[in-house]
């Protein structure tokens, strides 16, 4: 089985550039997840998705962050403009559903660096 | 919200020792529990979880945690420590939302 794909792995902007990430999730997992990991800390949910439609977005900056899952399958995430803080590690994860015992399976990541 | 906690960033162990990694959660309700692993530049993977079922819960690798309401702890064990288990390990607790709460990780070196 297919695990969750990410592109990008590596990105390198300035700053006040923009960027988009993209994630294809395991196949038939409803649910799907974005996570913001900074250096030194642990991943931080930033939006998570039930098909096409948005569960949680409380934590993400909706000033210069936007995601989409627009077919309920794969899905974007954008900075506009980026910030220097903003140099962090984009993990997606996907679900089977959203129920609290389901796991999560993790991509290997988009490693964004703004300079 | 429910919220965990790993102390020590950094972990040296022998190899042949034991790996002992400490979580403590914070919670109203009963927690479901995760530890995950990551290896470098690479996603994170599931080592094992708590449901509330069996209080001592087998993972992956050889890993196992102990579920301890009176100490709310989730402590990870592995008896006997190997090169490849090098890596950083995050605890995580399911909060009410269904979002994953992490701790900070700790990162695993593993001595000759």
């Known amino acids: 089985e297919a695990g969750v794909a990410q592109s990008p792995r590596y990105k390198i902007i300035e700053k006040r550039q923009s960027v988009a990430f993209w994630c294809n999730p395991i196949s038939g997992h409803a649910t799907l997840y974005w996570y913001q990991q900074i250096l030194g800390q642990g991943p931080k949910l930033l939006i998570q998705?039930?098909?096409?439609?948005?569960?949680?977005d409380s934590q993400l900056p909706k000033d210069r962050f936007s995601a989409e899952r627009l077919k309920g399958v794969d899905s974007t995430l954008k900075i506009q403009p980026a910030k220097l803080e903003d140099s962090a590690v984009y993990l997606c994860?996907?679900?089977?559903?959203?129920?609290?015992?389901?796991?999560?399976?993790f991509g290997p990541g988009t490693r964004l660096l703004v300079l | 919200a429910q919220s965990v906690t790993q102390l020590g960033s950094h972990v040296s162990v022998s190899e042949g020792a034991l790996v002992l990694l400490r979580c403590n959660y914070s919670s109203s309700v009963p927690p479901y529990l995760f530890w995950y692993v990551q290896y470098p530049n690479q996603g994170l993977q599931l080592l094992l979880k708590y449901t509330s079922a069996a209080t001592l819960v087998k993972g992956i690798n050889g890993f196992e945690a102990e579920f301890k309401k009176s100490e709310t702890s989730f402590h990870l064990t592995k008896p006997s420590a190997h090169m490849s288990d090098a890596a950083e390990y995050f605890c995580?607790?399911?909060?009410?939302?269904?979002?994953?709460?992490f701790g900070k990780g700790n990162q695993v070196v593993v001595i000759p």
């Open positions: 995580a607790v399911k909060q009410g939302n269904n979002r994953l709460a």
């Open positions: 998705f039930q098909n096409n439609g948005v569960v949680d």
């Open positions: 994860a996907s679900s089977l559903d959203k129920g609290a015992r389901e796991t999560q399976y």
